[in-house]
């Protein structure tokens, strides 16, 4: 299984960030697909996931209306779509897949949002 998040920066208040994260190794269309983001300190939080086909997605109360999380299973690719980032979003962010209650993680991409 190898996650590879990607699409991570520098990005002022206000702007915007995609981030993909590309699956291998596993059947990616059969299982559920979660970002988490992680600042220094802080456990690590849990702030979208959307379900096998795409029809069902959760979002973390913090980036409701903000982030959107969506998949392209032809291509096994997850996204995290942030608009109007603000500082508290500055973060390292990884994309997580449960496999037989094994968690496999990202090496994560760092998301910073500052002036």
């Known amino acids: 299984v190898q996650l590879v998040e990607s699409g991570g920066g520098l990005v002022q208040p206000g702007g915007s960030l995609r981030l993909s994260c590309a699956a291998s190794?596993?059947?990616?269309?059969?299982?559920?697909m979660k970002w988490h983001r992680q600042t220094p300190g802080k456990e690590r939080e849990l702030v979208a996931r959307?379900?096998?086909?795409?029809?069902?997605?959760l979002y973390a109360d913090s980036v409701k209306g903000r982030f959107t999380i969506s998949r392209d299973n032809a291509k096994n690719t997850v996204y995290l779509q942030m608009n109007s980032l603000k500082p508290e979003d500055t973060a390292v962010y990884y994309c997580?897949?449960?496999?037989?209650?094994?968690?496999?993680w990202g090496q994560g991409t760092q998301v910073t949002v500052s002036s």
């Open positions: 997580n897949a449960r496999i037989f209650s094994t968690d496999y």
């Open positions: 190794g596993f059947t990616f269309s059969s299982y559920v």
């Open positions: 959307i379900s096998t086909a795409g029809g069902s997605t």
